[in-house]
């Protein structure tokens, strides 16, 4: 599976970006898809994820309220609306999905259970 995500660019502190990511296929052994970011200087983290099977999403803390994670009826596309943007949301951001099976929704969020990413989309937000 491909994945390409698109959107991203320069916004000011308060402003709106939608990201993109297109799968070219999405198979069945897909348990979710996840938008992760990386800040320069940081660990790449959990942003909002989006369960394959019955559509359940899962946000960071950070951007709860202001993120909305959700996809296309054809379910190849998953986007990521983001909402009144901070100069803090300044990052990488990547999309991926994970394969492996997790007993506990606390881990839908940890980038290291993610084993299939596409490259990066960059989202700069001014202050």
């Known amino acids: 599976v491909q994945l390409q995500a698109s959107g991203g660019g320069l916004v000011q502190s308060g402003g709106s970006l939608r990201l993109s990511c297109l799968a070219s296929e999405l198979t069945a052994d897909v348990r979710s898809i996840g938008w992760f970011r990386r800040a320069p200087g940081k660990e790449r983290e959990g942003v909002a994820v989006i369960s394959d099977s019955d559509g359940s999403t899962y946000y960071a803390d950070s951007v709860k309220g202001r993120f909305t994670i959700s996809r296309d009826v054809a379910g190849n596309t998953v986007y990521l609306q983001m909402n009144n943007l901070k100069p803090e949301d300044t990052a990488v951001y990547h999309c991926?999905?994970?394969?492996?099976?997790?007993?506990?929704?606390?881990?839908?969020?940890?980038?290291?259970?993610?084993?299939?990413w596409g490259q990066g989309t960059q989202v700069t937000v001014s202050s």
């Open positions: 991926a999905t994970r394969h492996v099976a997790l007993s506990s929704t606390r881990y839908y969020l940890d980038p290291v259970l993610y084993d299939n």
